[in-house]
């Protein structure tokens, strides 16, 4: 491993690393919501008002 | 007996057994029951029958710390004391309100509600009220309460007639008590100023300071410095833990029906949150009023939420179509954590005309009030989302953290503690009777004894605990 990583230029290495985030295995986002999981009676604050989610719709 | 002058008095040759300090709702209802128990008793009410500018400037203090109220305007020097200018919204100390809470310090009275509900039937007569209804839930976590707004009795006005024919009770007006005299057993004597001048030492066998909020401390204090210690004997909460309820407006809110809660003539309604919402978050006791929007305020609020939920805008404008009362600002009012620091000191500079150091009242509102009142209305918008009763909108400077107003009620002009009610001589002034720690024949009446003040205003409470130690005194004194 050493080896191989001591072949690898600087540069490369550099560019692994920037590149590592964008691997959805780095993301930390749920899986895309199912409408249907949604809770619309969760109450959520927004700009000072105190709503239900399914009032944002 | 109403006497205009101490001169008038002296002729009487009335031989009180209590001295009663201050015609206020305490003053005037101990005497009353005292009087009624056929126990002599003089009250000496250091203004006239008629509010005067001269009277009111006995008042004058400064204030350290977080904006509040000129002290001269916040009370009022003549007889009936500051009923004259109360409001009339009763209600009495939740059962809550007696209990330690372990979320802050010093929280708690010797006495549980139960002490004074006795007393209740005899203060409806006085204040003129009708009974109560139970409190109704709304949700877990919110109470919907009843604050009674009253006939708001002027105690001067309502009594002299009766004071006036009374054997066993002499008013007399025009006579400021500057000073109690002791020797850490008993007062002895009460130094007067009467007619712009010293007017000589008053005996009694027994005292009772109701003179408010504010002054009882500052007499208190001043007598103490006097007499070395002799008058408040364990003197370390003397002036302390003085609270008031500080008031502000927090938001609006949208109710999908405003009949819906029973309103009283003026169309308002209160809040207050479940024990179990107070530990939970830990917070302090709240009252949140509802107070009918006008129109021009509710259109704005409309256009707001628009930009945040257009469809919960347009509902909000049918029901506006439907009736115009449908939204309503909120007012918060909240209890105070108990603080030693928030206390009532006498100036070094400043003196009055008769030679009392005037007021130096140090106040500051905590960051535990300041979450109150932030988690107090979300409680209350929550409930009211969830219920599908209404929705709610905090004001920006609540959300976002920023500066108290300066510009809104700032507080209820309720003046509490300072002589708190206790065990632990190092945490309060008075026992649960209402007797000074350590004297014999020293009592103290009035709000300027509460441990904790809830969220509702004072008078209520006052006048139960004042009918509580008169029927105590009574008894004390019959023995």
Redo the contacts between chains.
């Keep these: 491993m050493s080896r191989f990583i001591k072949k690898m230029s600087r540069r490369a290495i550099v560019q692994a690393l920037i590149a590592l985030p964008a691997l959805s295995l780095f993301r930390n986002q749920p899986a895309p919501a199912n409408p249907d999981e949604i809770d619309r009676?969760e109450?959520v604050?927004?700009?000072?008002?105190?709503?239900?989610r399914s009032?944002?719709? | 007996m109403i006497f205009d002058s101490y001169e008038a008095y002296k002729q009487a040759d009335f031989k009180p057994k209590v001295c009663i300090l201050g015609s206020g709702p305490a003053g005037t209802t101990i005497a009353r029951k005292l009087g009624a128990a056929g126990i002599p008793v003089v009250v000496l009410e250091a203004g006239s029958r008629e509010f005067s500018d001269e009277s009111q400037d006995f008042y004058r203090g400064k204030t350290v710390g977080d904006f509040y109220f000129d002290l001269d305007i916040t009370r009022l020097r003549f007889m009936g004391g500051s009923s004259n200018h109360w409001a009339g919204w009763c209600r009495v100390l939740d059962s809550q309100d007696f209990e330690p809470k372990a979320w802050a310090p010093d929280t708690g009275w010797p006495i549980s509600r139960a002490d004074i509900e006795p007393y209740l039937k005899e203060v409806h007569d006085i204040l003129e009220l009708p009974d109560f209804r139970p409190d109704v839930p709304v949700s877990d976590d919110i109470r919907w309460v009843q604050l009674i707004k009253s006939p708001a009795v002027r105690f001067g006005e309502k009594f002299a007639d009766e004071l006036d024919r009374s054997k066993n009770i002499a008013i007399v007006l025009n006579t400021y008590a500057t000073e109690l005299i002791g020797d850490g057993k008993r007062v002895t004597g009460a130094k007067l100023w009467s007619n712009g001048q010293d007017a000589g030492t008053f005996s009694a066998d027994y005292f009772v300071t109701c003179t408010g909020g504010l002054e009882n401390s500052r007499l208190l204090l001043w007598s103490n410095e006097r007499s070395n210690g002799g008058v408040v004997p364990n003197a370390a909460a003397l002036g302390r833990y003085w609270m008031e309820h500080p008031t502000f407006e927090g938001g609006n809110a949208i109710l999908a029906n405003y009949s819906e809660f029973e309103v009283d003539a003026s169309n308002e309604a209160f809040f207050s949150p479940t024990l179990a919402a107070m530990e939970r978050l830990q917070i302090m006791n709240f009252g949140i009023r509802l107070i009918e929007s006008p129109y021009p305020n509710v259109k704005k609020l409309i256009a707001d939420l628009a930009c945040t939920a257009p469809n919960m805008a347009e509902w909000m404008s049918s029901q506006l179509d439907q009736r115009l009362r449908c939204a309503a600002q909120l007012y918060v009012a909240w209890e105070q954590a108990p603080l030693a620091s928030n206390q009532i000191e006498l100036s070094k500079t400043d003196v009055d005309h008769a030679g009392v150091p005037r007021i130096e009242l140090h106040w500051k509102k905590s960051p535990l009030e300041r979450r109150t009142l932030l988690e107090g209305l979300r409680l209350f918008g929550t409930t009211l989302a969830q219920k599908n009763l209404g929705r709610v909108r905090i004001d920006d400077w609540i959300s976002n953290g920023g500066d108290y107003p300066t510009n809104e009620e700032t507080a209820g002009h309720h003046h509490m503690g300072g002589t708190r009610m206790g065990t632990d001589v190092l945490k309060s002034v008075v026992d649960a009777n209402c007797r000074v720690h350590g004297m014999d024949n020293l009592y103290v009446g009035g709000s300027s004894v509460f441990c904790t003040s809830g969220q509702c205003n004072p008078t209520t409470t006052i006048t139960a605990l004042a009918c509580r130690l008169g029927e105590h005194l009574g008894k004390v004194i019959s023995v």
Excluded: F, P, T
């Design positions: 009676d109450i604050e927004i700009n000072g008002w105190i709503l239900r009032d944002l719709a």
